[in-house]
């Protein structure tokens, strides 16, 4: 399902990436307060190591891409 149907075809994958970008950034928000208490909890940890714990999370709580209908290389 194209949910971009009414768009110009050069603008579809932009505005997919501008909603990808958008949902990402929506749920870095949501995550926030497990990021504040993690930084209360782990004092100890340096700041490279809390950024690095954040983005493990992120990654972790995104839902998986769709990859139906996308073009893949063949295996080589």
Known sequence: ???FYNLPPEQRELQ????RNNADETLWRKLAPRRRLRRKLFRVL?????????LREHAAARPPEDAVGQWQSPPT
């Open 1 to 3: 399902m194209n949910p």
């Open 46 to 54: 340096g700041k490279r190591t809390l950024h690095e714990l954040d």
């Open 16 to 19: 997919r990436r501008v909603d």
